[in-house]
C-alpha cells in the first residue's frame, strides 16, 4: 500500500476543506443561488390569560406592520380564529383582514372543559402581502 505524500507531508490541505464549504455557501448567496430566502418579518403580539379564563390578544404592530394581512390564532382547544377587520374581530372563517396597531383579540372557551386546566397553548401567525406567513407568538399562559 502506497501512501500519498500529501498525507505524509504537513502541507496537506485539509485543514482548509471548511474554508471552501464556507467560500461556497457565500458565493451562492451572492450570486443568487441560494433560492427562496425570505427575511424574517418583524412584527409583535402580546398575550394574557384573563380573570374568568378568557384569553386577550395585542397587536403591538412591528417594522413590517404596513405588509400584513391577516393574524390567525390557535386557541388552547386547537381551533383556529381569523382576524376579520381592522378592530381585530375574529372569526373561525370567511374573509380575513389586517388589524390595526393596538387591536385587542379575544378568545374564550366555550365551557370550563374547553381548555386545559393547566397552562394554556397559544399560537399567533402572521400572513404577509408577499405570501409568506410566520409564527408571530409561540406561548403558553
Do not use: C, R
Not at 31 to 48: D, R
Not at 66 to 82: C, E, R, V
Not at 84 to 108: C, E, Q, R, Y
Amino acid at each position: 500500500m502506497t501512501i500519498p505524500p500529501a498525507l505524509l507531508s504537513h502541507e496537506s490541505t485539509e485543514h482548509y476543506t471548511h474554508q471552501y464549504i464556507l467560500a461556497a455557501v457565500i458565493a451562492s448567496f451572492v450570486f443568487g443561488m441560494a433560492g427562496n430566502v425570505q427575511k424574517t418579518k418583524v412584527v409583535a403580539t402580546t398575550v394574557e390569560l384573563q380573570t374568568g379564563g378568557s384569553i386577550t390578544v395585542v397587536y403591538q404592530g412591528g417594522q413590517d406592520s404596513d405588509s400584513l394581512t391577516a393574524i390567525t390564532i390557535t386557541a388552547p382547544n386547537g381551533s383556529q380564529w381569523y382576524t376579520i377587520d381592522s378592530a381585530g374581530t375574529l372569526a373561525n372563517s370567511g374573509s380575513t383582514d389586517s388589524p390595526k396597531i393596538g387591536a385587542v383579540m379575544f378568545l374564550h372557551p366555550k365551557s370550563p372543559t374547553d381548555w386545559p386546566l393547566e397552562q394554556k397553548h397559544v399560537v399567533v401567525i402572521g400572513a404577509f402581502n408577499d405570501g409568506a406567513s410566520q409564527v408571530i407568538l409561540d406561548t403558553m399562559v
